[in-house]
Every structure is written in C-alpha cells, then in structure tokens.
C-alpha cells in the first residue's frame, strides 16, 4: 500500500469500529505530523448530531484543522458519491497547503470508494428522485421491495427487505438509466488516492473492549446533551428514511421522547444497536481491509513516535 521506495506516505488513512480510538490516535498523529484530520464517518457529517454522532469536540477542533465535519444539514440525503466529490476537493486543498491528510472514520463504504473508485452512476434527473422519494413516504418498506423484484431482482436480492433508503436509491437508479444498479456497481471507477501513495491502518481492539467503551460512551452523551440533541432533531419533522435518521441512538431516545418507552428502555435499545453495529464493522472490516496494517494499541503508540520505522517494518 506504500511503496518502500517511497519516503512517507501521501495520505494515511485510519479504519476502525466505532469506540476503538481511531479519532485520538488519528489527533495525536497529525498534532506530529502537521496533519488535517479529514472525516469518514457517515453520521459525522451532519451538522445537528455532534453529541450522537461522537464528533471531536470543540477543543479538539481548536486543535488542527478538521474538515468534513458537520458540513451537511439533516434534511439532506448525502451520499457516498458525493463525499468522495468533497473529499477530492478537500485533499487537493490540504496537499496545496504542505500538510499531511489524515483520513480517519468508520465508514467502510467511504474508504473503500476512495482508494478503489465508484460505479459511475448518472446524475437522477431531480423529478425521477422526486416521485420515488414521495413514494417511500406513503408506502410500506415491504411494498416498495416486491416494486423493486419486479423492475430489478437482482438488486431485490441483494438488499433487505426493510432497507428502504437502498431499495429507493435502487428504484431511482433503474427508472432514471434504464439499467440496474448492480450493473452500474460492476463498473470500474477511478480512485481519489493512487495505490502506493498511502498508508492504510485498521484500529484492532478486542470486541468486548469496545463494547465496554461505547456503552460508557453513550452514557455520557446523555449527560452532555443527547437527549437535548434528539429534541431538536424531533422538532425538524424529518423523513425517517433520510440516511442521518440512522444514527446510533437517535431512534430510541426518539421513541423516548414520544413516550413510547422509559428512559432506561431506550438506553438498553441504544447501547444493543450500537453492538450490533460494532459486530457489523468488524466483519466488514476483516473481509474488506485485509492489506491493511492492523494496529493494537502498543503499535499505535509506537506508530505516534516513528512512524517511518513502521513503514519499513
């Protein structure tokens, strides 16, 4: 992934479950390395779920440059493809200024675009888009699939029945190109970053470990401000389709704030989807990065203080 020959990798790129530590180590890194820390996490995009999402705080911010964080509302259906068009433009920036990007999330969808491209899918006509997304609204996720087997059963397949966002984007795609995502997916696409120019890392820490550190975690959003943040949230009267509406936590303190459930209910809710979703990344992880370095937290204290000897390693 970085070539030998090179003498220090353009960008470094750092993997890992969420509540792994990926964002200190990634802090402490570019703080030696006159480095931007650049997000690939999916939820830390929104603006309105800085508590929820686990975003670097205010007085890390103050630290470096941090970019892509926070830079997109909740109302808006952000896409993979159009962070890659951000992060393009955000690494060409960084590079123009002499500094190190330090791309850090867990988000396997992100990274993979970035260092092996995307599909090549056209722009959806804004009126195709319109009337699948009105659709959504008014019909059942189960109804939309059997929609979906019908114009497309390859996609209808490969998705889950109870996946409503894909299955939109999967029926906005076949009627807007006439040709199946799956087809389009099988398309090359060009990578933002050039193979050998980086240097990729994947946090490893034991499962239950990270367990442990999301539930006190979460924990503590909700004494810094999580319900507060789902109230407001409430108050948009959002599409509950809307990608952002996925964030780990927000459903259940939602359904407390409506009075479906009590307190507790809702954190026990929060705290097994985040496991679920831990045990999702790791699988993913594995399966996906295996020419990745993986790094516990002795060769990340090493990484910090000479990370060219790691390299060489």
């Not at 795609?173 to 060009?190: C, D």
Request: proline share 4%; charged share 30%; net charge negative.
């Amino acid at each position: 992934m970085v070539d030998k020959k090179t003498a220090f990798p353009q960008s470094i790129l750092i993997a890992g479950p969420t509540g792994s530590g990926k964002s200190k180590f990634a802090l402490s890194l570019a703080r030696r390395r006159n480095g931007v820390i650049i997000n690939a996490d999916s939820m830390q995009v929104y603006h309105e779920l800085r508590v929820l999402s686990a975003r670097p705080s205010l007085e890390d911010e103050a630290l470096l440059p941090h970019r892509l964080y926070g830079h997109i509302s909740l109302k808006t259906a952000y896409s993979v493809g159009e962070w890659l068009e951000d992060i393009s433009k955000v690494l060409a920036e960084v590079r123009a200024e002499g500094r190190l990007p330090i791309i850090v999330g867990g988000t396997g969808l992100y990274f993979r675009a970035l260092v092996e491209g995307l599909a090549p899918v056209p722009k959806i006509p804004e009126d195709v888009r319109a009337h699948w997304r009105e659709k959504a609204e008014r019909m059942e996720v189960g109804d939309l699939h059997l929609l979906l087997e019908q114009r497309d059963r390859e996609m209808a397949q490969r998705l889950e029945p109870r996946d409503r966002q894909r299955i939109v984007r999967a029926l906005e795609v076949i009627e807007g190109t006439g040709i199946s995502l799956a087809q389009w997916q099988r398309a090359e696409g060009e990578p933002a970053l050039e193979p050998g120019s980086y240097l990729g890392l994947v946090v490893d820490r034991p499962r239950e470990e990270i367990y442990r550190a999301c539930e006190q975690r979460f924990d503590e959003m909700v004494e810094v401000g999580a319900l507060e943040e789902a109230a407001r949230v409430r108050d948009m009267q959002l599409d509950v389709g809307l990608p952002g509406m996925r964030a780990l936590g927000l459903r259940p303190l939602l359904a407390y704030l409506d009075g479906d459930i009590d307190l507790d209910e809702a954190l026990v809710r929060a705290k097994r989807d985040t496991r679920h979703y831990v045990k999702r990344q790791l699988t993913w992880l594995r399966r996906n990065m295996i020419a990745w370095k993986h790094v516990n937290s002795k060769d990340m204290e090493s990484i910090e203080g000479n990370l060219f000897a790691f390299i060489e390693d």
